[in-house]
């Protein structure tokens, strides 16, 4: 019997829940398969990019880690690119037929993109983009009473003066841009309110400008009145870079 082409899935970690939806492209052979991090508590997760992905004939899974949107645990940072690797594992698992666990990318956005970067040393994934990506944390000053109004009411198990305690001491993605030898597709707004444009020019420079940088002048964090633009180039690039990556 065809596939509907959508699922929810819950797979495990560390003995706690994770959960999600994965969107299948049609027919039942093997396809290119994108994993969406969305950020920060995650209000915008990208469920029109996954939908246009599939019309091009990818997969795509969109989760949530261990604290946000329903999944078990708490929230913290130190453990986001675990989960990353958790969805890997449960993509490579042959659940789907339908997955090509050879032709794996991650799109992350906000936070979900320096989750990306920390997750894109893992040999399964093909390509890495991010969009609006938190990369240098102790140059974008999140203070717990910011956390308090649009964070923590999102997330279990933290409190705005643990996120602060945290954020404060969290470690910036450059060293593993550096080092990371697949293709790597930066996207930001020039006047990003939320997190600054030198955030996507220092991933550029650790990443010995290998990667591609696209600048949008008017979008803002979430591209909300520019999301045909932001498609059509993320699923453009991603179709290309991991043809190209096989």
Known sequence: MPHEGQTGVVFEIEGERLLGSLF???GDEPKPTAVLLHGLPGIEKNYDLAHALRERGWNSLIFHYRGSWGSDGVYRFETLADDVRAALDYLSSGAHEQIDSGRLALVGHSMGGW???????DDRVRA???IGAVTEPSRVHFTAATAEEAFTPFLNGITPQEFEEQWTVLDGVLEEAGALDRPLLIVHAVNDPMVPVEQAHLLHDASGSRARLELHPDANHAFV?????LIDLVVG???ESVQLSK
């Open 24 to 26: 299948l492209a049609r």
């Open 115 to 121: 989750t990306a970067v920390k997750a894109g040393d």
């Open 128 to 130: 890495v983009a991010v």
């Open 225 to 229: 009145w520019h999301r045909r633009w």
């Open 237 to 239: 690039w991603l179709e």
